[in-house]
């Protein structure tokens, strides 16, 4: 079993202190949008901002090529933080095993089946 550091392009991300913003279901994929914690070794790291203890960007963590979805647990609890936005709660793990991803978090739980890891785009990136 493998952590999400481990995994291509997700390990400059702090997955358990990012906001789920919402969570997209289409055919063949699965899509994470959120704001997301930058390590300081992602290209897009600056320095946070006022009032903020992390570098924090809006972006989707994708899976692609998904052959099968199962919600072992789910719940549509929203959270309001202190400027009154909302959000779903944090990514708490995210771990894979033989082509099977598994997700889970104040939101629910998930495992996805699919070709390749999942990957991490930023919102604004082309």
């Given amino acids: 079993m493998s952590h999400y550091a481990e995994m291509p392009g997700l390990s400059a991300?702090?997955?358990?202190d990012?906001?789920?913003?919402?969570?997209?279901?289409a055919a063949g994929r699965l899509t994470f949008w959120m704001s997301a914690v930058l390590a300081p070794e992602h290209p897009a790291y600056h320095d946070p901002l006022p009032g903020e203890q992390y570098c924090y960007a809006?972006?989707?963590?994708?899976?692609?090529?998904?052959?099968?979805?199962?919600w072992l647990e789910r719940s549509t609890r929203r959270y309001v933080d202190a400027t009154g936005e909302t959000d779903l709660g944090n990514i708490d793990s995210l771990t894979s095993a033989d082509g099977t991803y598994e997700v889970t978090g104040d939101w629910g739980r998930v495992r996805v089946r699919c070709a390749g890891p999942p990957r991490?785009?930023?919102?604004?990136a082309p």
Avoid: M, N, P, Q
């Avoid at 809006?58 to 199962?70: E, I, K, M, P, R």
């Avoid at 991490?120 to 604004?124: P, V």
């Fill in 58 to 70: 809006h972006g989707a963590l994708v899976f692609s090529d998904v052959a099968h979805t199962d």
């Fill in 120 to 124: 991490f785009t930023l919102r604004d």
């Fill in 13 to 16: 991300l702090y997955l358990e």
């Fill in 18 to 25: 990012s906001y789920l913003l919402d969570i997209v279901e």
